[in-house]
């Protein structure tokens, strides 16, 4: 469940129970049900799921949530694949394969791939 660069310099935050769930709720939101197109820059960045990472590992629920994300979860991975047509419809171009399944993989984040892009 590793997403970003963990020998950049660490900074440590306390947080309230809460506002770790509450966080890791905005998220989600942001990944998985946010429309809006200046979004999605975020919904796959690497610091975005750094963050989520520590938060899970601050959190109370440990090892059952990261059974929870190992676990996928297909209707994420559409809405991320129809994400994704969406953005190459509004930039007028395809992604290459490559930098389509890096953005398809981090966008999906904490989830386990059940698929690959191809479906």
Same mark, same amino acid.
């Given at each position: ?7 950049? @310099? ?5 947080? *309230?129970?809460?506002? &770790?769930?509450?966080?890791? *709720? ?14 999605? &820059?975020?919904?796959?960045? @690497?610091? &975005? ?7 899970? *590992? ?7 949530? &990261? ?6 979860? *297909? ?45």
């Amino acid at each position: 469940m590793k997403m970003t660069d963990h020998d950049e @310099p660490r900074k440590s935050v306390s947080l *309230k129970v809460g506002e &770790i769930a509450a966080l890791k *709720k905005a998220i989600m939101y942001l990944k998985f049900s946010c429309d809006d197109a200046e979004a999605d &820059i975020f919904a796959s960045s @690497p610091l &975005i799921n750094g963050a989520f990472e520590s938060l899970v *590992k601050a959190g109370d629920l440990g090892e059952l949530e &990261i059974r929870f994300y190992q676990k996928g979860n *297909k209707e994420n991975e559409n809405y991320v694949l129809s994400r994704i047509g969406e953005i190459e419809a509004r930039d007028g171009k395809e992604m290459s394969e490559e930098l389509k399944r890096r953005v398809y993989e981090a966008w999906v984040y904490p989830f386990r791939l059940t698929s690959d892009l191809d479906g």
